[in-house]
């Protein structure tokens, strides 16, 4: 079956790639730098390969992103590669999988075969989309490794190290579609997904969707109606976004989905969402309000996330917590049924949770990703509450980010710096300062003093 192909309005998007060295010995240090590893991904007779020429000799060759799986945190590599080069293995060394030589130095080209895996990863991009006529996205970002001088890792080694790899991929002689154009092949695909199926594009289109043909009807109506909307408004609201021709990809996972309901994710050129609930074949106002919000917040990366990201983990609450309160904003314009105080409520209750246990900068370390979502969705509540007086809001406050920081990143202080800027007072910024990085002995407290305001003021009047 043909996949269905929808063509919307504007978008962009970014997914942030790591690259990462080794070599104690500055020499080495330095010659490394010069060196690339070269990586082929390639689909042969219906058989799915890749081929590594690595830049150095090394006994092990470890993989900069290697995510455990959300079920079962269990390391989907050993689940999906098959190696076909004599003397190496595939092992897991502390939190990294890698590539080990039986002898001295792993060779240095090796091959392996490979059954591309559509499953949901902890904070990091399933290696795989893959919808219900048999067309998949591959994420080249997987296929990236670092050297190590050993099987003993540095005990300070939390992430990996920098060390670049050239990769391309392609599939038979069929084209693929990368940063939404059609190739034959794919190159230096880095940190982005490579669609591959039977696909036709229309000219001077912005942005492409993708949808399984597996999905609910009224699923495919909502992505097709609501989703140029979304665009639209943000773009008028925060500019244009940086990508030349984003795609948005959404595959069915199935009424009987295990994972149920809608998991999403935004990488390089691509908003991918999977969805997969018995609850979902059918429209209920419910479902309905469900699958906008989520349409809402993963649209919102085009800008937060991709046009303008953070610069540290620990300030991932810019981007999130920014993206519900944008996807917020739109729902509780749109939709005058939306529970916004609920939202507000519940944020409120969850970031006070969260902050008792340490500080924001912390929740990541302690495994408290949501801690992001809730307190960064309030940050950005008190950032639009000071635009309010002279009709600006928070998308207002994302533009003048993008402008100001050119190189695409932001940290947690040039934040605050900007919210300063923007007309938050000096006491919220204190507050908001003692929240990320302070003690918070009583954070309820705090985030009460913090939007104090907003109890008297609906919700509703978002910008």
Same mark, same amino acid.
């Given at each position: ?26 020499? +080495? ?6 060196? %690339? ?29 290697? +995510? ?56 990091? =991009? ?39 790899? @050239? ?24 940190? &982005? =997904? ?12 912005? !942005? ?13 109506? %909502? ?6 909307? !979304?665009?639209?408004? =943000?773009? %008028?609201?925060?500019?244009? &976004? ?17 994972? $149920? ?35 809402? &917040? ?70 408290? $990703?949501?801690?992001? =979502?809730?307190?960064?969705? *309030?940050?950005? @509540? ?5 635009? %309010? ?22 940290? +947690? ?10 007309? !938050? ?6 507050? @908001?300062? +003692? ?23 609906? *919700? !509703?009047?978002?910008?």
């Amino acid at each position: 079956m043909r996949i269905r192909v929808v063509l919307c309005l504007t978008g962009a998007l970014l997914a942030v790639g790591l690259a990462f060295l080794t070599n104690s010995n500055k020499t +080495a240090e330095n010659t490394a730098e010069a060196k %690339q590893n070269a990586v082929q991904i390639f689909r042969s007779g219906g058989q799915w390969k890749a081929r590594f020429d690595f830049a150095q000799d090394a006994p092990v060759w470890a993989f900069e992103r290697s +995510a455990l799986t959300q079920r079962d945190e269990r390391s989907w590599r050993s689940e999906s590669w098959t190696i076909e080069t004599p003397g190496v293995t595939l092992e897991r060394i502390g939190i990294f999988d890698t590539f080990v030589a039986e002898g001295r130095s792993v060779p240095r080209e090796v091959v392996i075969s490979f059954r591309p895996l559509n499953k949901d990863l902890i904070a990091d =991009y399933s290696p795989a989309i893959i919808m219900s006529d048999g067309s998949l996205a591959i994420f080249g970002g997987h296929f990236t490794a670092f050297p190590l001088e050993s099987r003993e890792l540095p005990e300070d080694l939390e992430e990996p190290r920098d060390f670049s790899s @050239l990769i391309s991929l392609t599939a038979d002689d069929a084209p693929v579609l990368f940063k939404g154009e059609l190739v034959s092949r794919a190159e230096d695909i880095g940190s &982005h =997904y490579v669609y591959i199926g039977d696909i036709k594009l229309a000219a001077n289109t912005s !942005v492409v969707t993708i949808l399984d043909p597996g999905l609910p009807n009224w699923i495919s109506t %909502q992505l097709i109606d609501f989703t140029p909307m !979304v665009f639209s408004s =943000y773009n %008028q609201k925060m500019g244009q &976004h940086k990508s030349i021709r984003p795609m948005v990809m959404v595959s069915w996972a199935g009424a009987e989905a295990i994972e $149920q309901g809608v998991s999403g994710s935004v990488s390089s050129g691509l908003i991918a969402m999977r969805i997969g609930s018995r609850r979902l074949l059918n429209e209920t106002p419910s479902e309905r309000r469900f699958m906008q919000w989520f349409i809402a &917040h993963e649209a919102a990366h085009f800008w937060l996330g991709d046009t303008i990201g953070y610069k540290s983990r620990d300030d991932m609450w810019i981007t999130e917590g920014g993206a519900d309160f944008l996807a917020m904003s739109m729902m509780a314009k749109q939709d005058p049924e939306f529970d916004s105080r609920g939202f507000f409520a519940n944020a409120r209750t969850d970031c006070a949770a969260s902050l008792q246990l340490g500080t924001l900068a912390g929740a990541l370390k302690r495994n408290d $990703q949501q801690a992001a =979502y809730t307190c960064g969705f *309030l940050f950005a @509540l008190v950032v639009d509450r000071a635009g %309010q007086s002279r009709g600006e809001g928070f998308g207002d406050f994302v533009h003048r980010l993008i402008v100001t920081n050119t190189n695409g990143q932001v940290s +947690a202080h040039e934040w605050l710096v900007a919210a300063r800027a923007f007309g !938050v007072d000096s006491s919220q910024i204190t507050l @908001l300062e +003692a929240m990320i990085r302070g003690h918070n002995t009583d954070p309820l407290s705090m985030i009460e003093s913090l939007l104090s305001d907003v109890h008297s003021t609906p *919700l !509703v009047k978002l910008n």
